[in-house]
């Protein structure tokens, strides 16, 4: 029963239906979008909506059909960060670790996932939020958005959104953003690295729908590998990144893609890419 229940869920999200959740997911032409959907806390970080989002990972990453996930906001307010009703002292220190821990659950769920997650920034993204925009694989924003780590002004220290952070930007850019609380623009954001790229609000739509279907170009069994070597590569030495990267470069010409790529280029035509890891 409950497998069928799944079953129909997924037809709904892959024929577009959005389902009513803290976060909603609706999946058209290989893209899902995973929409933040809480204006009234400016779609802070709950622990709900957390095990939200990281649902809708989860359970479609694996979806044959999908080539990539946006993850985008509903108003103004990508992400305030945490719900800070959440991490009171009446709450304790079991509850504020099973917060946090789950905010590692939602970036590795991230990073992990077999297909690339473009976070579309339109507006603040502060604190958690940041982090999760300096999490994703890549970060699309209007030109008025804004980027902060303001929590030592409420007294906790934006210490797991500067681990994000740190690894985007250089170490001056990132101790300016957590020591002051200072936001930055959107276009500083660019020059730092936060972001991949930056245009004007009523373009924003356009600009990811053209990054997406880029990707959806390739072979989804291709940018798969890429993706998990790309992140596994980062926290080795170089000398061991590129004998491993050497050994990726021949397992990937064996796939049937890889194959397929290569005879197409020679042969002068549009590759037809099976998808198949």
Same mark, same amino acid.
């Given at each position: 029963?409950?497998? @069928?229940?799944?079953?129909? =869920? ?9 389902? @009513? ?23 802070? /970080? ?40 959440? /991490? ?19 970036? *590795? ?14 507006? =603040? ?14 970060? %699309?924003?209007?030109?008025? *958005? ?9 007294? $906790? ?26 936001? $930055?623009?959107?276009?500083?954001? #660019? ?6 790229? %930056?245009?004007?609000?009523?373009? #924003? ?5 053209? $990054? ?25 030495? %170089?000398?061991?990144?590129?004998? #491993?990267?050497?050994?990726?470069? %021949?397992?990937? #010409?064996?796939?049937?893609?890889? @194959? ?18």
């Amino acid at each position: 029963m409950l497998a @069928r229940y799944g079953n129909f =869920l997924k037809q709904l999200h892959c024929a577009g239906v959005s389902l @009513r959740y803290l976060s909603t997911y609706t999946c058209k032409d290989g893209v899902g979008t995973i929409l933040l959907d809480n204006e009234k806390t400016r779609n802070s /970080l709950s622990l709900e909506m957390m095990n939200s989002i990281q649902r809708n990972i989860v359970e479609n990453q694996h979806d044959t059909e999908l080539r990539c996930i946006v993850l985008a906001a509903k108003g103004r307010v990508f992400s305030a960060g945490h719900n800070l009703k959440e /991490l009171t002292a009446e709450r304790g220190s079991e509850h504020h670790k099973q917060v946090f821990h789950k905010c590692s659950e939602l970036i *590795s769920a991230i990073q992990s996932a077999p297909v690339p997650v473009i976070a579309k920034v339109d507006g =603040l993204a502060a604190a958690a939020g940041c982090q999760l925009v300096a999490s994703c694989d890549m970060a %699309v924003c209007s030109d008025s *958005s804004t980027f902060s780590t303001p929590g030592a002004s409420f007294g $906790i220290f934006c210490s797991t959104p500067g681990i994000a952070v740190v690894r985007a930007v250089p170490r001056m850019r990132a101790a300016y953003m957590l020591f002051t609380g200072l936001p $930055i623009t959107a276009h500083e954001a #660019l020059q730092a690295g936060l972001v991949s790229k %930056v245009v004007p609000q009523e373009q #924003l739509n356009e600009e990811v729908s053209n $990054i997406c279907k880029a990707i959806a170009s390739k072979s989804r069994a291709v940018i798969t590998l890429g993706k998990t070597f790309f992140y596994k590569q980062i926290s080795i030495n %170089v000398g061991a990144a590129y004998e #491993l990267g050497e050994q990726i470069m %021949v397992d990937n #010409l064996a796939t049937v893609d890889g @194959r397929e790529g290569i005879k197409s280029f020679v042969e002068k035509r549009s590759p037809k890419w099976t998808h198949r890891e």
